[in-house]
């Protein structure tokens, strides 16, 4: 990436990912997003082609991939059919919450990695979603065993996933360091699950996941008590980039279907983007597009050299969706009235798109993470 571009590896692996996204994903997209449901079959053909095993150990079914490639794999897969393109990332946070767990690894690592199994994280509450380290869901040890009560919001595969990582207060007292992190089969007796009805992101669905006195085994912890938030809040400045990724390949597909259209309606004797208030709009979207998906390489680099990236994967969460909403926004305006309507995807990515700027972190909770970065913890209120 020091040369702004990827490697004959990297470009090889895109071309590859690409051809499977037009041959197996693009077909049929349209109709499995308005049916709201995440396909298996579609699941096990990206876990067929090694995309749910990136950065996860061989010996669990993996393999090893830089963090650029696990980015330009989300990206393309974004392009062609939204929902999967959140598959690669949660074999990931598994592979990383379990590797203090070799039992728990060793078991349910080579399922997700092919596909076989479906995870979810579970952290979001109702009245905690950026304030995570205030979470009321309860793990008291009892004997062997860890007994969690507490109820779960807006937790993405939910509806849908084998088991969850759940995070919950082991100490009440302790802030963020009383947070446990336990693996959570959702068959589990006292576990109840119901659908929370979103504007985007259907068919991977979101889950209101109850817990009444759910016991579970000592077993089940994963690494230290209270350690469970450090270690998933560690993991966000992969996410954070990665999402921002996501967003921006919705605004490059959005932007690419505008600029054709603009080329070929007419308007008064001319094409639309011979118009400076067309021309001019697309020029501005192409910069902020380019420039948002090199802050999110940029960011990936840095993690791939291990050198500090909290303050860039903070600045490309908040930047990137909020140029892919305008894009996208555009794109639509750009198509007329049949941009709004349901014929064109543009109206569902736009739904799509403004769900980026909620997840894992708001812009303004991304800001104060740059504030701390640049300037220090003491100007951070």
């Known amino acids: 990436m020091a040369g702004f571009g990827f490697s004959e590896e990297q470009e090889m692996f895109r071309r590859e990912v690409r051809n499977f996204v037009q041959k197996e994903l693009i077909p049929g997209a349209k109709e499995r997003a308005k049916q709201g449901v995440l396909n298996k079959d579609i699941i096990k053909k990206v876990a067929g082609m090694g995309l749910m095993g990136l950065r996860v150990p061989e010996k669990y079914g993996g393999q090893a991939a830089d963090w650029i490639t696990v980015g330009i794999a989300i990206e393309e897969l974004a392009k062609g059919d939204f929902i999967t393109s959140f598959l690669p ?50 793990a008291v040890k009892d004997g062997d065993s860890y007994i969690l009560s507490g109820e779960k919001l807006s937790i993405s595969f939910g509806p849908i996933a084998d088991a969850a990582i759940v995070f919950a207060k082991t100490d009440l007292k302790a802030g963020f360091r009383g947070i446990s992190a336990f ?72 932007l690419e279907e505008a600029i054709k259209y603009t080329q070929q309606r007419h308007a008064f004797g001319q094409p639309l983007a011979k118009y400076e208030g067309i ?65 064109y995807p543009l ?27 640049i300037l220090g913890k003491e100007y951070v209120p």
């Open 89 to 138: 990332t949660e074999p990931i946070l598994c592979n990383y919450l379990f590797e203090n767990n070799k039992a728990i690894a060793e078991e349910w690592l080579p399922a997700i990695v092919k596909g076989d199994k479906l995870f979810c994280l579970a952290l979001t509450e109702a009245e905690v979603g950026s304030d995570a380290a205030n979470i009321k869901t309860r």
């Open 347 to 373: 109206q569902q990515r736009l739904k799509e798109a403004i769900g980026f700027e909620i997840a894992d972190g708001t812009a303004e909770i991304m800001k104060l993470i740059i504030v701390r970065e």
């Open 183 to 254: 693996l959570l089969p959702l068959n589990h007796p006292g576990v109840s699950r119901s659908l929370m009805p979103m504007m985007g992101w259907r068919p991977i669905g979101q889950a209101i996941i109850t817990l009444d006195n759910v016991r579970i085994p000592k077993k089940h912890l994963l690494g230290e008590e209270g350690k469970g938030f450090i270690s998933v809040m560690k993991q966000f400045d992969f996410t954070r980039p990665t999402l921002a990724l996501q967003a921006l390949a919705l605004a490059e597909v959005s």
């Open 279 to 343: 021309s001019f709009k697309i020029a501005e979207d192409y910069t902020n597009v380019e420039a948002a998906r090199l802050l999110s390489y940029r960011a990936l680099w840095l993690r791939d050299q291990g050198l500090p990236h909290a303050k860039e994967s903070a600045m490309c969460k908040w930047f990137g969706p909020k140029v892919a909403v305008r894009v996208v926004h555009d794109a639509l305006l750009m198509h007329g009235h049949v941009g709004y309507s349901e014929e």
